[in-house]
């Protein structure tokens, strides 16, 4: 593995960071029913953070000397996560999250296991909060469906 591999990984999770963002926006803007207050708030906290994760993803490519994406086509043929037009339940726009943010949470754990594997320790370190904070996210996500 080299930077160049690192770099191609977070360029990976860029790509998710920004499918994820406009999903969240779409759910929080949709979202109706049981539980509206707290999904639409849950929804807005989560597109809020991935925004910010996607900065830092960005930042950290070009440290290691790589290039971050740089169209919404790149990142769509990137992402692992899937778009959604469809405006489902509730309980289905929670469960859609949750198995986005457990396939995120495995991304992130091959990102730190790569980045290790070239001692890159700042991308580990910044990395291992966010898969922290997943499985908090995943969790709580859970907790809510009651699952």
């Known amino acids: ?19 994820l963002n406009q999903k969240l926006h779409h759910f929080h803007w949709r979202v109706q029913g049981r539980g509206f207050f707290q999904l639409h708030a849950k929804f807005e906290e989560l597109y809020g953070h991935f925004g910010e994760l996607g900065d830092a993803l960005a930042e950290r490519i070009l440290m290691i000397g790589g290039e971050p994406l740089a169209t919404l086509n790149q990142a769509r043929e990137l992402s692992n996560v899937e778009e959604s037009a469809a405006v489902p339940e509730a309980p289905a726009m929670v469960r859609l999250v949750r198995d986005d943010l457990r396939r995120f949470r495995d991304a992130v754990l091959a990102g730190i296991t790569a980045a290790e594997a070239e001692s890159d320790r700042g991308t580990a370190n910044l990395l291992d909060p966010v898969l922290d904070s997943l499985d908090k996210e995943i969790w709580m996500l859970g907790a809510f469906l009651a699952e």
């Open 1 to 19: 593995m080299s930077k160049n591999a690192v770099s191609t990984h977070l360029n990976g999770l860029l790509a998710d960071t920004i499918v």
